[in-house]
């Protein structure tokens, strides 16, 4: 299957900052979701998005949806301390065979 | 309502011996993925049950086999364990397993092979 890139690959911001990860593609993908995993945690289902230029928002987190379905992001707003972990961005191949992005890992320093 | 449970959390094997993990789905799922996770990398998939059957298969060696039960639990044997075969192994439910339904992941098994 087609691989998906994320940058950063680490994040260090101050508590009250702002972060924004990156998910790229090649090629078109159908859909996107994204993930949070704590440490020693397992991950997560955060969102799914799967039109062109979709834009969803979670309180503080914002994801998008590229106009070309081939990249997406995650942004927080005022990080807090339990934002702490690795965000991933996924596809789903085919029925539910994730494709997993290497993931960005989030440090908030208090 | 139970989410994913998974058994065990943790397992410490030596390399050459053979594992089983264990996985059974949220209620009401059907659906039952296995994925590996190694240390600071994302989760690759391994193959899909549903219906008792092994519907989609990552590139994983045929060391890596797996079952699903009639009342969808599902296990993971691993034969002939290899130093790289230590990670975490994730268990993830749906319910169909159609494109773009939610999966839901358990809190993995952690196996060290020395």
């Known amino acids: 299957g087609q691989q998906v890139m994320q940058i950063p690959q680490y994040q260090h911001v101050q508590e009250g900052e702002d972060f924004t990860t990156y998910c790229n593609s090649s090629?078109?993908?159908?859909?996107i979701q994204w993930y949070k995993q704590r440490p020693g945690g397992h991950p997560v289902f955060l969102i799914q998005?799967?039109?062109?230029?979709e834009v969803k928002k979670q309180k503080r987190l914002t994801f998008q949806f590229g106009e070309a379905k081939k990249n997406s992001s995650l942004h927080i707003t005022a990080t807090q301390t339990t934002d702490v972990g690795t965000y991933f961005c996924?596809?789903?191949?085919?029925?539910?065979?994730?494709?997993f992005g290497p993931g960005t890992r989030l440090s908030v320093l208090p | 309502d139970a989410g994913v449970t998974q058994s065990p959390t943790h397992l410490i094997k030596t390399r050459g011996q053979q594992v089983t993990l264990r996985c059974s789905p949220k209620?009401?799922?059907?659906?039952v993925s296995w994925y590996q996770q190694a240390l600071g990398q994302g989760p690759q998939f391994i193959f899909q049950?549903?219906?008792?059957?092994?519907?989609q298969r990552g590139n994983f060696p045929d060391r890596f086999s797996g079952h699903q039960f009639p009342n969808y639990s599902s296990e993971l044997n691993v034969n002939a364990l290899l130093l790289g075969d230590s990670a975490l192994y994730l268990c993830?439910?749906?319910?169909?397993?159609?494109?773009?339904?939610?999966?839901?992941f358990g809190q993995g098994t952690r196996l060290t092979v020395v």
């Open positions: 993830a439910s749906s319910l169909g397993g159609g494109a773009g339904t939610e999966a839901f």
């Open positions: 090629t078109t993908l159908s859909n």
């Open positions: 996924a596809y789903d191949n085919y029925g539910q065979n994730f494709v």
């Open positions: 209620s009401g799922h059907d659906t």
């Open positions: 998005l799967v039109k062109s230029g």
């Open positions: 049950y549903y219906e008792e059957e092994e519907r």
